[in-house]
C-alpha cells in the first residue's frame, strides 16, 4: 500500500509524489506531473477529497479548478469574481467551500458546473 503527497512548484506544476511503506529497500521517490501550467497566476488554496479522485484548486486568477489526479485531466473550472484565499471539500465530494476576502462560498460540485 501507498500513501501519497501532492504539492504545487513554483512554476505553477502540480504533482504527485508516492510514498512507499518502508520494507528494507532504499528506493528514490518517483515524482509524478498531474498537470502542469493549470493556473496563470499563485495558487492560494489545495485540497484532495477523501472520496473521490479529485483535488480542487484556486488561484489569484480568481478561478476554483476541480482536477482528477488519476487520468490528469481538468474536470471543472469556474472563474470567481473576486480574489479567492482557501478551497475545501466537503468529505461527500458534492460540495466545495471556498473563502474569499470578505465571504464563504458554498458550491455544489455538480455535473461538469459549479453552483453557488
Same mark, same amino acid.
Given at each position: 500500500s501507498e500513501d501519497h503527497i501532492y504539492f504545487i512548484t513554483k512554476s505553477k506544476q502540480l504533482l504527485k509524489v508516492d510514498i &512507499? %511503506?518502508?520494507d528494507g529497500v532504499d528506493s528514490k521517490p518517483k515524482f509524478d506531473f498531474v498537470? +502542469? /501550467?493549470f493556473h496563470t497566476q499563485e495558487v492560494t488554496g489545495m485540497d484532495v477529497c477523501i472520496? =473521490?479522485?479529485l483535488i480542487v @484548486? /484556486? +488561484? =489569484?486568477d480568481r @478561478?476554483? =479548478?476541480i482536477w482528477n489526479y488519476v487520468t490528469k485531466t481538468l474536470e471543472l473550472s469556474? %472563474?470567481?469574481t473576486e480574489d479567492s484565499y482557501a478551497v475545501a471539500f466537503? &468529505?461527500?465530494g458534492f460540495h466545495i467551500v471556498v473563502a474569499t476576502g470578505d465571504k464563504i462560498l458554498l458550491m455544489n460540485v455538480l455535473s461538469k458546473s459549479l453552483h453557488q
Open positions: &512507499p %511503506l518502508y498537470h +502542469s /501550467c472520496r =473521490k479522485q @484548486t /484556486c +488561484s =489569484k @478561478t476554483v =479548478k469556474y %472563474l470567481l466537503h &468529505p461527500s
